[in-house]
């Protein structure tokens, strides 16, 4: 059973930083590409960023780019999402996603994790 656990969420103020981690278990992820998506209140779930099998290609929203990092430790089993200069805007539910036998792209997730709040005061 693969399961993905977030962690890392909270009230942050304008202008801080934050730092999700996502832990997988259930199986060796070191071949399949992972991200996080987010979903705020009244809207849809969006992609915010992705990262490739063994972490060498990387890609972000319009939105957060230049202002995050993605990054996996994969003998950990964790992808982790860094995220500077947050604004009121970025406050919604993060959720990391994997594409198993996807090695490049997050296209279509097969699993999903609980999500994590992220709240960013003004």
Do not use: H
Not at 28 to 43: E, H, L, V, Y
Not at 92 to 119: E, F, K, M, N
């Amino acid at each position: 059973q693969v399961q993905l656990v977030e962690s890392g969420g909270g009230l942050v103020q304008a202008g801080g930083s934050l730092t999700l981690a996502c832990a997988a278990s259930g199986r060796t992820f070191s071949s399949d590409a992972m991200g996080w998506f987010r979903q705020a209140p009244g809207k849809e779930r969006e992609f915010v960023a992705g990262i490739s099998s063994l972490g060498g290609a990387t890609y972000y929203a319009d939105s957060v780019k230049g202002r995050s990092t993605i990054s996996r430790d994969n003998a950990k089993n964790t992808i982790y999402l860094q995220m500077n200069n947050l604004k009121p805007e970025d406050t919604a539910v993060y959720y990391c996603a994997i594409d198993l036998g996807s090695p490049w792209v997050v296209t279509t997730p097969d699993y999903w994790g609980q999500g994590t709040q992220v709240t960013v005061s003004s």
